[in-house]
């Protein structure tokens, strides 16, 4: 179907009336990768100061850490445009102005106008969810990956090893991975069984689902910038 819009402002204004009214962010870049609109869910994700004016500003002018990413989010809009669709990417920053990594989901999908001219690009964001077997067998509600996660039994170290397990690295592997001997990770390993009460992986792996571990992600897995999915 042909596109009805004649300019960038016809597209907007119609486009941002229905976005601001969205929980979740929506931000539109013209054909150069200028920004021109973000809602407020936009805006408190990549923490962009509210006296900021943001129209007519490029990734790397904005006064915020992600910005270091300029050149690869430049890229997702050229690959949108490419592909005259949808492209998603995996980006992980300090988003929402957070002092630690989080991973989320971004898509965008390019907008022409009706002679088919680029206009730019709609991006939104969303939290990355944990779609496991687990959950799709016993039809539970996919969780959402976090940095962030307290327990009262396992400390963010044991949880860290947890994440290892539930990904089906062995001791040998692990021990690599920490720098530390076999043995070492097989003692800590039965200490996590004996502290959930299990004997088996299998059985320790059913507890982690029933206590939700299985959406915890290490934050020193994870590393600033964008991978195209």
């Avoid at 989010?73 to 990417?89: L, P, R, T, Y």
């Avoid at 920490?178 to 320790?204: C, D, E, M, P």
Wanted: charged share 20%; proline share 5%; aromatic share 14%.
């Amino acid at each position: 179907m042909d596109s009805p819009y004649r300019s960038i402002d016809e597209f907007i204004a119609p486009f941002a009336t229905t976005m601001d009214l969205l929980p979740t962010p929506w931000g539109f870049k013209d054909a150069t990768s200028q920004h021109l609109y973000m809602n407020e869910a936009a805006r408190k994700y990549t923490a962009t100061p509210e006296n900021y004016r943001l129209e007519g500003k490029k990734d790397n002018e904005f006064p915020t850490p992600w910005s270091d990413c300029a050149d690869q989010f430049c890229e997702h809009d050229q690959q949108a445009e490419a592909a005259k669709g949808s492209v998603a990417v995996i980006e992980t920053h300090y988003w929402y102005g957070n002092n630690y990594l989080s991973p989320f989901i971004s898509e965008k999908y390019p907008v022409f106008d009706h002679n088919k001219q680029l206009l730019g690009c709609i991006w939104n964001a969303r939290p990355v969810d944990n779609l496991s077997a687990m959950r799709f067998i016993d039809q539970k509600k996919a969780s959402v990956l976090t940095t962030r996660l307290a327990h009262p039994l396992f400390t963010s170290a044991e949880l860290d090893v947890i994440f290892l397990l539930l990904r089906r690295f062995n001791a040998k592997e692990i021990a690599r991975i920490y720098n530390l001997s076999v043995k070492t990770i097989s003692n800590r390993i039965t200490t996590l069984y004996q502290k959930a009460g299990v004997h088996s992986l299998q059985q320790f792996e059913s507890y982690c689902y029933a206590e939700s571990l299985e959406s915890y992600l290490p934050e020193r897995f994870l590393s600033a910038g964008v991978i195209f999915i």
